[in-house]
């Protein structure tokens, strides 16, 4: 009983936390760009090799739908969006040291390709984008970036894209919720971006004993300027 009590507690201070924090708010304007992460076979087709553990999350949040409406009125509306991708090439399975779920993407042969220069097997392999998006992505208002290596863009040059374009306030969205994007928000944050989370075009791995998906949305509560909804954020798109 007394546990129970401890529990409710907890989780009423929580909500009394959250309902206390300050709404800094975000404003789209002409110097905003959306930044999808690996919008990629692994993470979102149901022959990925994350999606026995991130496939619940996805049908749920209905990411993939979501995704493609952020393409779609990014598209209709000539929005700059910046796709930063993850590939590994047979050299960065030489590594000397690797944290837990880079060991665990490598074991999976998650996003590999044959090397930088080579797209020998590419088209419809895991490290290939999700057929649906492949029409948005080859658009003249999308760039995509060098791949980040871990999960934060700081190996990639999306922050150097970002500035040349005059961009100085990011959407984030895409895969994973608390690993890739969470990590691209706090980066970003960091270098001086105002950013913003659309949470539902999000998705992340949902274990037994851990919540990727309740780990990132507190978190993006906690760090981010506004934290949408697709459809809430569709509707600030004049």
């Given amino acids: 009983m007394k546990t129970i009590k401890i529990l409710i507690a907890t989780i009423l201070f929580t909500n009394s936390l959250f309902a206390q924090l300050p709404k800094p708010g975000f404003v789209f304007d002409e110097h905003t760009a959306i930044v999808i992460t690996d919008p990629q076979n692994d993470f979102l087709s149901e022959d990925g090799v994350a999606w026995g553990v991130v496939g619940e999350n996805v049908k749920a949040y209905k990411t993939r739908e979501n995704i493609e409406k952020l393409f779609r009125i990014a ?14 090439y047979p050299h960065d399975h030489k590594w000397d040291f690797e944290g837990t779920l880079e060991t665990l ?58 500035r040349k374009k005059g961009i100085n306030k990011v959407v984030l969205a895409g895969m994973s919720g608390n690993l890739c994007v969470e990590s691209h928000l706090r980066e970003l944050l960091e270098v001086g971006f105002e950013v913003a989370v659309v949470y ?6 949902i274990l037994p004993d851990m919540n990727g998906a309740e780990a990132a949305l507190t978190n ?3 760090l981010a300027s506004h934290v949408y909804s697709t459809k809430e954020f569709l509707k600030t798109i004049k």
């Fill in 105 to 162: 993407m490598h074991n999976i042969g998650m996003f590999d390709r044959k090397g930088p220069l080579n797209i020998d097997g590419l088209e419809g392999s895991g490290a290939d984008w999700l057929a649906r998006y492949k029409p948005y992505i080859n658009g003249d208002n999308v760039l995509v970036t060098s791949p980040h290596k871990v999960f934060g863009p700081e190996s990639n040059d999306l922050a150097l894209q970002l």
């Fill in 75 to 88: 598209a209709k509306n000539n929005i700059n969006v910046f796709v930063s991708p993850h590939y590994y």
């Fill in 200 to 205: 539902d075009a999000t998705g992340s791995a």
């Fill in 220 to 222: 993006y509560k906690m």
